[in-house]
């Protein structure tokens, strides 16, 4: 089936500094790549939607100025947490979707990540 | 936007038992419905999904139900194992929209041995 890996799998970083998760897919290629923020025991709360080789679509109430998405290839999306505070602690997911025609088929399943545990000091 | 209500919060049962989640929806153009099983510090993984042109489907142990209709859909677990405990997610989604899922707020099923 289709992976996708994150990277770092945890980060602890000291406030005021930037710290960068990465998204890949590793057996499919994904033109939009989603990015959520799961607080504990909540449900994933979609931030935006990363479009490889277009700016990303944010969500409303979220900063994209504070979370810059990259979405450079195919198979590569990051998300930079800059500046980041104590309520920036979260644990944030990627998700792809693969290409029409591909595994996914007409409606273009969703795969998600392991979850990157950002803990902000 | 779509809305998507989950129910129960948390389920506890006993292994062998059966578990049943229900969603239900707002947005009647929803056409994609998956689930998926959430273990702890680890991301979702899609374990069954349905689509708006069928009324259920089955896989093995688990098997999900739509009534387009009623806007409502369930999960039903069979035979429940201990290592089915997790905390499962309904989603729903639009064909077109950018496949953007909207999320229920997940219930967290215990499986007692």
């Known amino acids: 089936g289709a992976v996708v890996s994150q990277h770092p799998s945890w980060v602890i970083c000291k406030s005021g500094t930037s710290v960068k998760i990465e998204c890949r897919s590793l057996?499919?290629?994904?033109?939009?790549m989603f990015w959520y923020r799961q607080f504990p025991k909540q449900s994933l709360m979609l931030m935006a939607t990363s479009n490889e080789g277009s700016k990303a679509t944010y969500e409303q109430g979220v900063e994209k100025d504070k979370f810059l998405i990259n979405h450079a290839s195919l198979t590569l999306s990051t998300l930079t947490v800059t500046s980041a505070h104590p309520e920036d602690s979260s644990f944030y997911i990627c998700s792809a979707r693969v290409l029409p025609g591909l595994a996914g088929g007409p409606y273009n399943e969703q795969f998600f990540g392991p979850g990157t545990r950002l803990t902000v000091l | 936007g779509e809305n998507v209500e989950q129910h129960p919060s948390t389920l506890s049962v006993q292994e062998g038992d059966s578990a049943v989640i229900k969603c239900t929806y707002s947005d009647s153009a929803s056409n994609y419905f998956p689930w998926y099983k959430q273990e702890l510090g680890k991301g979702p993984q899609l374990i069954i999904d349905i689509r708006s042109n069928v009324g259920e489907k089955k896989d093995q142990r688990i098997a999900v139900t739509l009534n387009k209709t009623a806007k409502h859909f369930s999960l039903h677990i069979t035979e429940t194992q201990p290592e089915d405990s997790a905390v499962y997610f309904c989603a729903a989604s639009i064909r077109g929209a950018g496949n953007m899922l909207t999320f229920g707020g997940g219930t967290r099923l215990m499986v007692k041995p």
């Open positions: 057996d499919f290629q994904a033109t939009t």
